[in-house]
């Protein structure tokens, strides 16, 4: 075949109805074919086209790939000289004060950098929020599946996806507006009185920033996700498995619980560590609300800071080299981590969701 | 006797029943709740906020009343048009090439799985890649690098867009009916001008949709713009400099002592969230519609 042909072909969009021209000089070139094979030679060998358009769609995804490695990359580089300072125990230690013992964790100033508060920060709100958003997700995702008028289903799913498509400087927006001064006034202080004797909930942080603002805030954020996954987890349960519980003579929550629930389990896991993911990532409306203090506290109502909030905070001022490289340890942990998580969480769905059509009838 | 205990039992079983429906139901209120209360502030907070001012003009000095927030609705827009530029084409060739071309094969598998790993990615995390491959690169004879610029958080925000956009396509496209494609390559037309303008085009509704809302996704985003675009608190437009943007501004009026910029928050986040809601909306309708009329 002519390799100009298909040059043309890639050039010219109007592929179809415009044989007039080739022909002639496919007909000149291989005058003993049947008119319907001078045709389709004078269109052109797609061969080339193909080729290069399924090169072009390859690396467009190759690409996903190319990012991740080059986030990566770029993660490890800049954090190289943190890692020359401390190595790992950035993780884990921290310098005392040499004067009241206490340990100083970070310090820009003096140059003492450990992630211990950050890490902390992240996982006791990462923590609170999933002990507020599992309970209510779970239970939303039972109502809209299992007992929800069909009427009602369709809006109230739409609000949740709703819920997840909220910017997360909104929520904090409205965390800083609305949920801290309610925290303030009436729930710290009521938490200080019935359960302050637990060392969790202490009364000297007037401002109703901290842990426990920004897990709630956290919950209401992951809520939709948690709960939309483990609907759609739910459904994926073969409508065989609920009609032989029922058959048994169970009554509706015993169908849910063995039919459903039992079933699901896996998916709903994977939901919730997808949730986690989610939480622990979290920057804006965590900034805005956990009080931005590198410390470790046992009070749940303190001040503290989470990994993402302090690269929020301190990266675009940071004061040196060795801060900023610091500052994208951090960061780097954080990709580890979410990455980790979010595959366990995605491998777990699917080991549930695939396949279910087959099993569905 | 044993009777007596299996009406109890039964009497214990219903009662759990009930129980758990109204827990289920309490659960979804207490989720709604939320929702309608953040709603009715903004709505409530925002419009008593917003006037023309907002649209017009760029912000007040530090201290002074009036001044709006145009500079950062049109940084935002020119933020949001290169992250598409980035996001879109590639976002789609991926998804094109997973329904099209990688249908159950390794590579796939893996690169569906690798989006949605990317897609959980923290935003923060994207914004100190962006900050360290393009503000923080020195290359004499690149003048675009080595500093806060537009450029650095549309390549952020494009960044995040395409796993979303990638992954959507992909399920639109699996949609289209085989008979379509066969149709097509029946006829005899390439196999890239039927991916094109027959498979494509079938599930462009869809695909359409899927953009927006990653758009919409990356118009709230904050945290990669952090340390790239920077914010400005005057106008700008060119992609080599600091850019405001529409959630910064909202970022930084929200932790302002003044009354009226606090205002001007609430009035930037009724923006946002009205664009969230109209994308959010028109993907439910289109795809609850199905892309192809007849598709079963």
Redesign the interface.
């Known amino acids: 075949m002519d390799s100009t042909l298909p040059e043309i072909r890639i050039h010219n969009p109007q592929t179809e109805p415009a044989p007039e021209p080739e022909p002639a000089v496919a007909a000149a070139a291989a005058p003993e074919h049947s008119a319907v094979r001078r045709y389709l030679l004078a269109r052109g060998n797609s061969a080339v086209a193909d080729r290069v358009f399924k090169v072009l769609m390859l690396l467009c995804a190759l690409s996903i790939f190319v990012i991740v490695a080059l986030i990566a990359y770029q993660l490890i580089d800049k954090a190289q000289l943190n890692w020359a300072q401390s190595g790992l125990k950035f993780f884990y230690t921290a310098v005392k004060n040499p004067v009241t013992g206490q340990p100083q964790y970070w310090d820009p100033v003096i140059g003492n950098f450990s992630a211990i508060p950050f890490i902390y920060g992240t996982l006791v709100s990462s923590f609170l929020s999933l002990l507020f958003a599992v309970p209510l997700a779970i239970g939303v995702a039972i109502f809209l599946t299992e007992m929800c008028p069909r009427f009602l289903r369709g809006p109230l799913a739409f609000l949740t996806e709703l819920l997840a498509a909220i910017p997360s400087i909104i929520y904090g927006l409205w965390a800083v507006f609305v949920l801290v001064p309610l925290l303030r006034e009436y729930v710290n202080p009521a938490l200080f009185k019935s359960l302050g004797w637990t060392g969790l909930f202490s009364d000297d942080n007037p401002t109703g920033l901290g842990y426990m603002a920004a897990g709630i805030i956290l919950a209401i954020m992951i809520l939709p996700i948690i709960s939309s996954l483990t609907r759609e987890v739910m459904t994926a349960v073969p409508h065989s498995q609920r009609e032989a519980v029922l058959a048994l003579g169970a009554t509706r929550w015993e169908m849910i619980r063995m039919g459903v629930l039992r079933n699901a389990r896996i998916g709903i896991v994977g939901a919730v560590i997808l949730g986690l993911g989610r939480a622990l990532g979290e920057t804006m409306a965590v900034t805005m609300v956990i009080g931005n203090t590198p410390e470790v506290h046992k009070s749940l109502l303190a001040n503290g800071a989470s990994m993402a909030s302090v690269i929020a905070n301190e990266f675009a001022e940071a004061t040196s080299d060795l801060h900023r490289s610091a500052l994208v340890e951090i960061g780097l942990a954080l990709f580890v981590v979410t990455i980790i998580v979010n595959a366990i969480a995605q491998l777990l769905v699917w080991a549930v969701t695939r396949g279910t059509p087959s099993q569905a009838h | 006797m044993s009777t007596g205990a299996f009406q109890l039992r039964s009497r214990f079983?219903?009662v759990?029943?009930h129980t758990?429906?109204v827990?289920?139901?309490?659960?979804?209120i207490?989720?709604?709740v939320?929702?309608a209360?953040?709603f009715a502030?903004?709505i409530y907070k925002g419009v008593s906020s917003l006037n023309w001012d907002f649209f017009t003009k760029v912000p007040a000095p530090e201290g002074e009343t009036g001044g709006g927030m145009a500079n950062a609705i049109v940084g935002s827009a020119v933020l949001l048009g290169l992250a598409s530029v980035i996001g879109i084409?590639?976002?789609?060739?991926?998804g094109?090439?997973?329904a099209?071309?990688?249908r159950g094969t390794k590579?796939?598998n893996?690169?569906r799985?690798?989006?949605?790993?990317?897609?959980?990615?923290?935003?923060?995390?994207?914004?100190?890649?962006a900050?360290?491959?393009i503000v923080?690169t020195h290359v004499s004879f690149l003048p675009f690098l080595g500093h806060f610029s537009a450029l650095s958080g549309g390549v952020a925000l494009g960044?995040m867009m395409?796993?979303t956009v990638?992954r959507s396509t992909e399920e639109m496209l699996l949609m289209v009916p085989h008979a379509v494609r066969e149709a097509a390559l029946g006829?005899?037309?390439?196999?890239?001008?039927s991916?094109?303008s027959i498979t494509v085009r079938t599930a462009s509704p869809g695909i359409i949709t899927g953009c927006m809302?990653a758009f919409?996704?990356v118009?709230?985003?904050?945290?990669p713009l952090?340390?790239t675009a920077?914010g400005n608190q005057f106008w700008s437009t060119s992609l080599n400099e600091p850019i405001a943007a529409l959630?910064l501004q909202?970022?930084i009026y929200?932790?302002s002592p003044y009354e009226d910029q606090?205002r001007m928050?609430?009035a930037g986040?009724l923006v946002?969230?009205v664009l969230?809601?109209l994308?959010?909306s028109l993907v439910?309708y289109v795809t609850?519609r199905g892309v192809l009329k007849g598709n079963s």
């Open positions: 079983r219903a759990t029943d758990v429906t827990l289920a139901v309490l659960a979804t207490l989720v709604i939320p929702l209360v953040i502030e903004l084409p590639i976002g789609i060739g991926s094109v090439y997973l099209e071309f990688g590579l796939a893996a690169v799985f690798t989006a949605d790993v990317l897609n959980g990615v923290p935003s923060i995390v994207m914004g100190v890649t900050y360290a491959l923080a960044i395409i796993p990638c006829l005899g037309v390439p196999n890239w001008r991916v094109l809302l919409a996704r118009a709230g985003e904050t945290a952090l340390f920077l959630p909202i970022f929200a932790n606090r928050a609430w986040a946002l969230i969230i809601v994308a959010v439910r609850s």
